[in-house]
């Protein structure tokens, strides 16, 4: 996963209305019901309440980021489930996740990010959650995405599972990447097209999945874009966002949610 710092999350936990307010006027759909839609299940058959969950902070690598277990449980507790974080780290902190009884333990470190359901077995990896939940982002905001051009930058983990997902829900799916054979490999796989210039691929279309850390130029960006972007840091500029219509990004929302609906449904 690409590795958060505090200064990006340091806000959640004091946000979640607002975020989730924000996120209903760009989509139409809160959190919770947009987790759930990412992965083809109805947000109201699940009473969230009866679930507990544990954010286990890991010390190991580069050591715990300041502020992302509190920001994960907030996350969880703003769509319904009951929270904590444990009070010790590592294995120590799982087993006190298990001792508490939490259904669904969250943990992450350098590498990945994923939810365990101990209960059922099921267990969900940042990467696809993302690009699910992205996904679904972009169709909410874009009223459909059936027969429109979409284009994902970035070929990576995130970006293979969103084309994917994209092309499932109809759209006609292009593909760059700063290495072209990533994205002809991706593309050739799901029936996409590779554009080796990502400068002509983001100036040619209006709707946008991008799952780059690098950062958009708004002169690229044409008027009336719908970018759905859950890279870090933030892709745009002061020019990017006034041309674009609307631009949904968080650095650990949309990820976390879906990752969570996922736990509790036992689907991916």
Known sequence: MTRLTEDMIDEIPRTAGKRSENLRQA??????????????????KYDLSKYVTASVPITAGLGVIGGFSQSVSAILESMGFRSFVTSRTDIDGIYEALEKEADILFTADDVRY???NRRTGTYFDNSFATAAGYAEALDGAA???????????????????????????????????????????????Y??????SIENAISSHKYILNASPGLIPGRLIVEGAVISSPGVPFSFDAEGVGKADTIIHDP?????????????????
Not at 27 to 44: N, Q, S, W, Y
Request: hydrophobic share 45%.
């Open 27 to 44: 989509v139409g759909m809160d959190l919770k019901t947009l987790a759930f839609r990412a992965i083809g299940e109805d947000p109201e």
């Open 114 to 116: 994923i939810a365990y």
């Open 143 to 189: 009223g459909g995405l059936e027969g429109k051009n979409v284009l994902v930058v970035g070929a990576g983990l995130v970006g293979t599972d969103a084309v994917r997902i994209l092309t499932s829900k109809g759209a006609t799916v292009s593909i760059t990447d700063v290495l072209i054979g990533k994205a002809e490999k991706l593309a050739s796989e």
């Open 191 to 196: 029936g996409a097209t590779a554009i080796a």
């Open 252 to 268: 650990l929302d949309i990820g976390t949610a879906v990752m969570a609906a996922g736990c509790v449904t036992s689907r991916k």
